[in-house]
């Protein structure tokens, strides 16, 4: 008789997935690689420090100290007055220059390196005091970085991708990441009823946060507010926050080098050039819908929740300056966008039903799949410009050019006459312009200096009104476009792109 061989044992039932098909795993993974990616490419980008907005500004902020740590002066025009870019972190920067003789170019890349890095681990500890899944922090990072509109915000304090490549190195990136940290802080210590000691450091730090950047200490502000009143900490708590907070002023007042306090006043000057921030809501927005949508979903299963609530607070601050004209307060608009990024994030994640999380996930995929292509032009800065397609290309922004071409002639502290596109750079070489190329708050003959510069440029100015006012300012050259100048008391010394040209003066 033939036996059969028995069958082996079917293997046990876990219940779980292998670990290799687990969607979970799957888009866990995919989170990471992909902001890993974005991290390179911003790596990239902090090599090849493109110049465009106030890159110039911080770095003759960095001139300014690294030649005097302890009294700078304006960091624009030769003119011994106060001003709010010598900040904590850009005095140690210029320390730094100062010991190690590293150009103000290569101090701002390990600036850059330092905030990027302050940045991405802050956003790390503040998720986690948010959500346990593992796979949170990554979509967060994400979506502060792509989740925002079809058309790019490029400012200092928002963190849009192409925004954030052009800003990397400013005092404002290093500011936030300060923030992100600040908030898990705060966090933490409210849940765990901290000590006196810990109320004190957060104060402090508050206050070096709104030093560092006063628009990105607002947003700092609003969102510790929000931490604060979701914990809803008992009386007994109170006297250590408050202690905190007072400690916090007293740094404020004390620090040496600017009035905190004045610059209150400033907001009115500086009202037409935020006005912009208010337009074209739904093409710098639109992909905040599923964040707003996230929100509202929070609100539902806790009315305190502290993300609805620094939602809440950042609206009703933008809302208050769009309606009273202080178009400044616009720049609060991350207290706005944070919050609802950092939303739609958690749910995709930490969604109770999976089918509901599965949704979000989508929801989110698609959104970051959107805003990644509205802010490719990034890539314009790592990649060269003739290898990008068109589409892309038209995307790009180029950076502008710089101004070295003048220093084998023009000196540290020279004063140079010029408008007010290459006064934005040429002091960030060591030079003083005329006017400055930025508001100045405290500078309290900046139109005068404005007026006069127009005159000197426009075309019917006497030559002998140009030499009084050359004498004035202790002007020594002129940079002028191509046929700007018609005075046979210049001499040409050195051309420049776009026909430019810098003249000596008699």
């Known amino acids: ?83 709010p870019y010598h900040s904590p972190w850009m005095v140690l920067l210029g320390a730094v220059a100062r010991v190690t003789g590293l150009s103000v170019f290569v101090v701002l890349r390990l600036a850059a390196v330092a905030g ?15 959500s346990a899944h593992r796979a949170t922090p990554a ?30 190195s400013y005092p404002s990136t290093f500011t936030l990441g300060l923030a992100f940290h600040f908030w898990a802080w705060l966090t933490g210590s409210l849940r765990r009823a901290a000590g006196w000691g810990t109320w004190l450091g957060l104060g402090a730090l508050w206050a070096v946060i709104l030093l560092c950047h006063q628009f990105s200490g607002v947003v700092a502000t609003v969102g510790a507010c929000a931490i604060v009143l979701a914990a809803r900490p008992g009386r007994a708590v109170w006297p250590r926050p408050a202690t905190g907070l007072l400690l916090g002023l007293v740094v404020l007042w004390a620090w040496p ?52 609530l620094f939602f809440v607070l950042g609206v009703l601050v933008v809302a208050a300056g769009w309606l009273g004209g202080h178009y400044s307060w616009g720049r609060a608009l991350p207290a706005v966008v944070i919050p609802a990024q950092l939303a739609v994030a958690l749910e995709a994640t930490g969604a109770e039903h999976r089918r509901v999380r599965a949704g979000w996930a989508c929801l989110l995929a698609g959104a970051l799949a959107v805003g990644g292509w509205a802010q490719a032009g990034t890539l314009g800065y790592v990649v060269p410009r003739g290898a990008l397609p068109r589409a892309v290309e038209d995307r790009y922004r180029p950076p502008w050019t710089g101004y070295h071409w003048i220093t084998p002639w023009v000196r540290y502290g020279d004063v140079v006459m010029a408008g007010t596109g290459p006064a934005r750079r040429i002091p960030a070489y060591g030079p003083y312009t005329v006017a400055p190329g930025y508001p100045d708050f405290f500078l309290p003959d900046e139109e005068r200096r404005t ?17 009084a006012i050359e004498r004035e300012y202790g002007v020594r050259w002129v940079v002028a476009g191509a046929g700007a100048l018609d005075d046979a008391g210049l001499r040409a010394v050195a051309r420049g792109p776009g026909g430019q040209v810098l003249y000596a003066v008699p």
């Open 139 to 168: 979509l967060a990072l994400l979506s502060l970085l792509l989740l925002w509109g079809t058309t790019p915000l490029l400012w200092s304090g928002f963190l849009g991708l192409h925004s954030l490549a052009l800003t990397v």
């Open 257 to 308: 080098y600017y009035d905190f306090f004045a610059l209150s006043g400033a907001g009115a000057g500086l009202g037409a050039v935020h006005r912009v921030l208010y337009e074209n809501p739904a093409a710098r927005f639109a992909l905040l819908l599923p964040g707003v949508a996230a929100l509202v979903v929070r609100w539902r299963r806790d009315r305190r929740d502290p993300l609805v």
């Open 1 to 83: 008789m033939t036996v059969r061989p028995s069958p082996p044992p079917a293997p046990a039932r876990t219940g779980r997935r292998p670990a290799a098909i687990r969607p979970a795993a799957v888009g866990r993974t995919v989170a990471r690689a992909a902001a890993a990616l974005v991290l390179v490419l911003m790596a990239l980008v902090i090599v090849r420090l493109p110049w465009a907005g106030d890159l110039g500004l911080h770095a003759a902020t960095l001139q300014r100290l690294r030649h005097d740590l302890l009294d700078p002066g304006n960091p624009l025009v030769a003119a011994d007055t106060p001003s």
């Open 451 to 467: 007026a006069v510069t127009r005159e000197y440029f426009a075309a019917r100015t006497p030559n002998a009104v140009r030499r």
């Open 116 to 130: 990027l890095t302050l940045l991405v681990t802050g956003v790390w500890r503040y998720v986690r005091t948010l």
